[in-house]
């Protein structure tokens, strides 16, 4: 069984920059979508950012040229994804969850399309 494990969320002024991780364990490396949600208090979860399993990615409008998603090999069967985050707005504070994917060159942003999920990590951006 993987395990989606985030950390590095915290409280930000407008303006600054945080970037998230995901240690993923277990099958969820090579062949997998990886990606990132988020989901602000009273709202919908939107996707964010992924990266497809032939290594495309994709971003939502809000973020793009804030926001870049990388990952690093697995090391010890664990894979890393990290959301760099610039340029923050309060609109960003939201609770940003991690989540993967069957593998496919199709990055699908809808929250339902994916069956493995993190616990979440709070990022709270102040003005």
């Known amino acids: 069984q993987g395990q989606l494990v985030e950390a590095g969320g915290g409280l930000v002024q407008a303006g600054g920059s945080l970037r998230l991780s995901c240690a993923a364990s277990?099958?969820?490396?090579?062949?997998?979508?990886m990606a990132w949600f988020r989901q602000a208090s009273g709202k919908e979860r939107e996707f964010v950012a992924a990266?497809?399993?032939?290594?495309?990615?994709?971003?939502?409008d809000s973020v793009k040229g804030r926001f870049t998603i990388s990952r690093d090999n697995a090391k010890n069967t664990v894979y890393t994804v990290y959301l760099q985050m610039s340029s923050l707005k309060p609109e960003d504070t939201a609770v940003y969850y991690c989540?993967?994917?069957?593998?496919?060159?199709?990055?699908?942003?809808?929250?339902?399309?994916?069956?493995?999920w993190g616990q979440g990590t709070q990022v709270t951006v102040s003005s």
């Open positions: 277990g099958p969820f490396f090579g062949g997998y979508n």
């Open positions: 989540a993967a994917s069957s593998g496919s060159s199709y990055i699908n942003t809808s929250p339902t399309s994916y069956g493995a």
């Open positions: 990266f497809s399993s032939v290594s495309s990615t994709r971003y939502a």
